[in-house]
């Protein structure tokens, strides 16, 4: 089973512009969630996404933004970019049994770079 | 707020035996979650604890105490490929969102 593919790897923007990350989930997973990670600051978390619908949100500013396809695909997008956004955004995927313990499967990120 | 804390380094010989702390602050507490991450890696799940006590899988043991907030990852017999940074996620019961520390990176010296 392929695991969770994200495009692009990496990605160079300047201030002021908009990126759109996107993720492929596991086949069959139907929960889709989006992380941020920067040096010495683990992974903050974004929002979440089921069934097309967002679920959960972390404490991000209304530039960041996702959307989830009917095939499970997830998209993220970054608004007016910031230095500060310069980070690895990875997805994680999972079955969404009901299962408070469920294991999130990680794809590989995305490395934003904002100059 | 909710946090977590644990150390940001720990250095331990091949072979040995290290234990990474995590101490939690969060509201609705439902279990723990551990995550291996290599440089330049995806973090992958390592194990978790939804009750007190250890759960033990291979050479890696994960601990819980509910009363004292606390939990921790043990790695036996370390082997140079286990150098990475190890993640603690609390799992908390309202919407089973995880709520992440900022990450351990254990050095293995040979």
């Known amino acids: 089973k392929a695991g969770v593919t994200q495009t692009p790897r990496y990605l160079i923007k300047t201030r002021g512009q908009q990126v759109t990350l996107s993720c492929s989930p596991i086949s069959g997973h139907r929960s889709v969630s989006w992380y941020q990670q920067t040096p010495g600051q683990g992974l903050q978390f974004l929002f979440e996404y089921f069934s097309e619908t967002q679920r959960n949100k972390g404490n991000f500013p209304g530039r960041f933004s996702g959307r989830q396809f009917s095939n499970s695909r997830s998209e993220m997008n970054v608004s007016t970019l910031e230095l500060g956004d310069s980070a690895l955004y990875l997805c994680a995927s999972s079955l969404d049994s009901g299962s408070a313990l469920e294991t999130q499967y990680f794809g590989p990120g995305t490395r934003l770079t904002v100059l | 707020g909710q946090s977590l804390e644990q150390p940001s380094e720990v250095t331990a010989v091949e072979g040995a035996i290290v234990q990474i702390n995590c101490t939690y602050q969060t509201s609705g507490f439902y279990g723990l979650s551990w995550y291996q991450q290599h440089d330049g890696g995806a973090p992958t799940f390592l194990s978790y604890?939804?009750l007190d006590g250890l759960e033990e899988t291979g050479r890696f043991s994960s601990f819980l105490s509910r009363s004292d907030s606390y939990g921790y990852l043990l790695l036996q017999e370390l082997q140079m490929k286990d150098s990475a940074s190890y993640f603690c996620?609390?799992?908390?019961?309202?919407?089973?969102?995880?709520?992440w520390g900022a990450g351990t990176k254990l050095i293995i010296k040979p």
């Open positions: 996620a609390a799992i908390l019961d309202s919407n089973y969102q995880l709520i």
């Open positions: 604890n939804a």
